[in-house]
């Protein structure tokens, strides 16, 4: 398996990915979003906050995305280009994944909560009323190794 689609297969596990994005002055910004789903060689994620990511997308388009498998040690970095969805078919249809996403991350988070006897409304997820999508198209990937060995792929 190559490595974008060993990359692509972690976050099919993942409920959020830490995204990098950069200023047209090149200042670099990095912050968490909800990765909604993982479809071909695009990333879904949800971004609730709306702030410096999506001014700097609107200048620079490049993303970097990067996470870790807890369970190899493989660090991911995937790079590509974003497109800001804030409206149309495609919002829709991910509001819908959205949704459904909610409601099985707010009952796992309940469950973890009592497991863990925690109040319950610490772990409740609520989608706010606006929120964007962002679909990022995948054209390189690089596999860090636990030796710090770094294989990398275009797409």
């Known amino acids: 398996m190559n490595i974008i689609a060993k990359a692509l297969a972690v976050l099919k596990t993942r409920e959020f990915i830490s995204v990098a994005t ?47 498998d807890v369970s190899s040690l493989l660090g991911y970095r995937l790079n590509g280009t974003a497109a800001v969805i804030e409206k149309g078919r495609l919002y829709a249809e991910c509001l819908k994944v959205l949704r459904k996403k909610e409601i099985t991350l707010s009952a796992e988070r309940i469950v973890q909560g009592v497991r863990d006897n925690k109040a319950h409304a610490d772990f409740e997820m609520g989608i706010p009323e606006r929120f964007l999508v962002y679909k990022v198209r995948i054209e390189e990937g690089s596999e860090i190794s636990p030796r710090g060995v770094i294989e990398r792929e275009n797409n």
């Open 22 to 68: 950069a200023d047209k002055s090149g200042k670099p910004n990095s912050a968490p979003k909800l990765l909604l789903k993982v479809k071909g060689a695009f990333i879904y994620l949800i971004d609730y906050s709306i702030g410096k990511t999506v001014q700097n997308l609107r200048v620079n388009p490049l993303v970097s995305l990067s996470f870790i």
